[in-house]
C-alpha cells in the first residue's frame, strides 16, 4: 500500500510541475497581422479600387445601343460599400445622348470570391433626353463572375429615370489587385 501512495504523490508532483505549462501554451495568441490596424467604422478610404467597361441594351423605347464605363474611386466604412461614378453613351441610330452618375454600391462577396453579387442606389442625369426628369435615381443589380485573377465578367441591370428607362449591360471589370 505505502508503494501505491509513493506512485500517487510522483503522479501528483508531476501533474502540479507540467499543467500549468500545459495550460499556458491554450491560451489564445492572436494572428500577427502585418497590414496594420483594422479600418474603423468612420474611414473613407479614397483610391482606385476598380474599373469596368461594359456594352448593351436600352430596352427603352425606342431601343439604343449602350456603351458605358465605371470607376470604383473610394470605399465607404468597408472594403463592401464603394462609391463608383458611372458614365453611358447610348445611340438609337438618330440621337446619341450621354448618361453620368454617381452610385454606392454594396457589394455582397469580397474580391477573392468567385462570384461576387452587388446592390446600388445613386443620382443620375441624361443629356438630351426629351420628357425625361434633371436628376432622378438610378438603381444598379450585376454580378461579377471570376475570369482571370484580375479581371471578371461583368452582367448588370441599370434602371434610370425613376425606374422607366432598362438597360441591361455585359462587360469585364477589374479585382482589386492590391493598388493599379
Known amino acids: 500500500m505505502r508503494a501505491g501512495v509513493g506512485v500517487a504523490l510522483v503522479a501528483a508532483a508531476f501533474a502540479a510541475l507540467t499543467l500549468p505549462r500545459a495550460a499556458a501554451a491554450q491560451e489564445f495568441q492572436p494572428p500577427a497581422s502585418g497590414t496594420g490596424p483594422a479600418p474603423t467604422v468612420s474611414e ?16 427603352t423605347s425606342p ?14 466604412f468597408s472594403p463592401r ?4 461614378p458611372s458614365l453611358e453613351v447610348s445611340s438609337d441610330g438618330g440621337l446619341t445622348r450621354l448618361h453620368w452618375a454617381g452610385e454606392v454600391i454594396y457589394r455582397f462577396e469580397p474580391d477573392a470570391a468567385p462570384a461576387i ?5 445613386g443620382l443620375g442625369h441624361m443629356t438630351r433626353c426629351a420628357g425625361c426628369v434633371t436628376l432622378w435615381p438610378t ?20 434602371a434610370l429615370d425613376r425606374l422607366g428607362r432598362h438597360r441591361f449591360l455585359i462587360g469585364l471589370a477589374t479585382r482589386d489587385a492590391g493598388g493599379f
Do not use: K, Q
Open 63 to 76: 431601343a439604343s445601343f449602350v456603351l458605358g464605363t465605371t470607376v470604383d474611386i473610394a470605399e465607404l
Open 81 to 84: 460599400v464603394r462609391l463608383r
Open 44 to 59: 473613407i478610404e479614397v483610391g482606385l479600387f476598380g474599373f469596368s467597361a461594359r456594352g448593351g441594351i436600352d430596352v
Open 117 to 121: 453579387p452587388y446592390l446600388g442606389l
Open 139 to 158: 438603381v444598379v443589380m450585376g454580378f461579377e463572375l471570376h475570369l482571370h485573377p484580375s479581371f471578371n465578367w461583368l452582367i448588370e441591370y441599370h
